[in-house]
C-alpha cells in the first residue's frame, strides 16, 4: 500500500532535517567543547613540560571523534528524506529525529566530559606521568557515552 497525501502531511520531512540537523550541531558542539577544553590544559600543561603535547594531544583526538559519529548520522538521514509526495511518513521523520537527537546529545554530553576529563588529566600527568593511564581509562569511557548514542541512532534510522 502506497502513502496518499492524506497519511504523509507536508511537515513530515521537517522531523528529519531537524534529526539531521540536531545529530550534526549537538555533536560538534560536544567535540568543540572538548577539543577547546583540553587545548587549554595542553597549552597550560606545555609551558613547563612541552615534551608531552603529542602525548597530550590523546583528549582532543578523542573529542573529533565525537563529531565523527554526529556527521555519520546527520547523512543517512539526509540520504532517507524525500518529499511527502513520494511517501514520506511522519513516523519515518520522527524516527530520525529521534537518531539525531540521540547521536547529538549523547555527543555533546562525552564532549563535556572528554574535555574536563582531558583538562585535568593532561595537566596532572606532567606533574605525575603515572596518572596517564588512568586518564586514557576514564577517556574511554566517556567516549563510549557517544558511541552508545550513535548505535540508538544506527538502529532508528534503519526501522524506518
Do not use: C, H
Not at 532535517?17 to 550541531?25: E, L, P, W, Y
Not at 518529499?83 to 555527543?107: E, I, K, N
Amino acid at each position: 500500500m502506497s502513502a496518499s497525501y492524506e497519511t504523509a502531511p507536508v511537515y513530515g520531512p521537517f522531523f528529519g532535517v531537524m534529526g539531521a540537523s540536531a545529530a550534526m550541531i549537538f555533536s560538534a558542539l560536544g567535540a568543540a567543547y572538548g577539543t577547546a577544553k583540553s587545548g587549554t590544559g595542553i597549552a597550560a600543561m606545555s609551558v613547563m613540560r612541552p615534551e608531552l603535547i603529542m602525548k597530550s594531544i590523546i583528549p582532543v583526538v578523542m573529542a573529533g571523534i565525537i563529531a565523527i559519529y554526529g556527521l555519520v548520522v546527520s547523512v543517512l538521514i539526509a540520504n532517507n528524506i524525500k518529499p511527502p509526495t513520494d511517501g514520506y511518513q511522519l513516523y519515518t521523520g520522527f524516527l530520525q529525529l529521534g537518531a539525531g537527537l540521540s547521536v547529538g546529545l549523547s555527543g555533546l554530553a562525552a564532549g563535556f566530559a572528554i574535555g574536563i576529563v582531558g583538562d585535568a588529566g593532561v595537566r596532572g600527568t606532567a606533574q605525575q606521568p603515572r596518572l596517564f593511564v588512568g586518564m586514557i581509562l576514564i577517556l574511554i569511557f566517556a567516549e563510549v557515552l557517544g558511541l552508545y548514542g550513535l548505535i540508538v541512532a544506527l538502529i532508528l534510522t534503519t526501522r524506518g
